[in-house]
T-cell receptor, first 115, second 116 residues
Framework: DAMVIQNPRYQVTQFGKPVTLSCSQT?????MYWYQQKSSQAPKLLFH???????NEADTPDNFQSRRPNTSFCFLDIRSPGLGDAAMYLC??????????????FGPGTRLTVT | AQKITQTQPGMFVQEKEAVTLDCTYD???????LFWYKQPSSGEMIFLIY??????QNATEGRYSLNFQKARKSANLVISASQLGDSAMYFC?????????????FGQGTTLQVKP
């Protein structure tokens, strides 16, 4: 089945130790999104890629970076995780939003713990 | 600015009964889309139903229907014949027509618990 895959599902990192979360998709969608979701809150968009074009949300901290080496893969890098970065990180994809209104397909998420 | 409001932090429903989850929105766009997602405790966001601002009929998908009242700017989700597996967090979301990124604005969510 076509899907969005996130690895790992659970990640524990130490305060200040860089961490990378990965997302892959078999849907061949050209848009990929990264969301941060803290406990009992709505998902908050960090940034997204439209093909290779990177779009950062205005309030996304510089501590968060992303890479998209090809259509299928996208990475979220947290350069120096703080305790406040502990959250669920959701990757999502969609078809070209210029062509219509399409739903976003979400992966299962990576739950990040910072110790 | 666009905004989604879900005023029910938590809801209970008896198994096999219907339940309505409220969602109101605010936008100055003429063209927009409204979505409902389900998020079980496992964390994955599952797409349920979509309503376009120009759609004249309410969207339906199996046991899910969307009660769209454009003048009131409301897009309530109706779940018929609730099942124990419906227990989850439910998010209403909107994409504005002026958004060429497909960016979704989410409400704060409603936790639904289905009682046996």
């Amino acid at each position: 089945d076509a899907m969005v895959i996130q690895n790992p599902r659970y990640q524990v990192t130490q305060f200040g130790k860089p961490v990378t979360l990965s997302c892959s998709q078999t849907l061949n969608h050209n848009v990929m999104y990264w969301y941060q979701q803290k406990s009992s809150q709505a998902p908050k968009l960090l940034f997204h890629y439209y093909d290779k074009d990177f779009n950062n949300e205005a309030d996304t901290p510089d501590n968060f970076q992303s890479r998209r080496p090809n259509t299928s893969f996208c990475f979220l890098d947290i350069r120096s995780p703080g305790l406040g970065d502990a959250a669920m990180y959701l990757c999502a994809t969609s078809r070209d939003p210029w062509q219509g209104t399409y739903e976003q397909y979400f992966g299962p998420g990576t739950r990040l713990t910072v110790t | 600015a666009q905004k989604i409001t879900q005023t029910q932090p938590g809801m209970f429903v008896q198994e096999k009964e219907a339940v309505t989850l409220d969602c109101t929105y605010d936008t100055s766009d003429q063209s927009y889309g409204l979505f409902w997602y389900k998020q079980p405790s496992s964390g994955e966001m599952i797409f349920l139903i979509y309503q376009g601002s120009y759609d004249e009929q309410n969207a339906t998908e199996g046991r899910y229907s969307l009660n769209f009242q454009k003048a009131r700017k409301s897009a309530n989700l109706v779940i018929s014949a609730s099942q124990l597996g419906d227990s989850a967090m439910y998010f209403c979301a909107m994409r504005g027509g002026s958004s060429n990124t497909g960016k979704l604005i989410f409400g704060q969510g409603t936790t639904l618990q289905v009682k046996p």
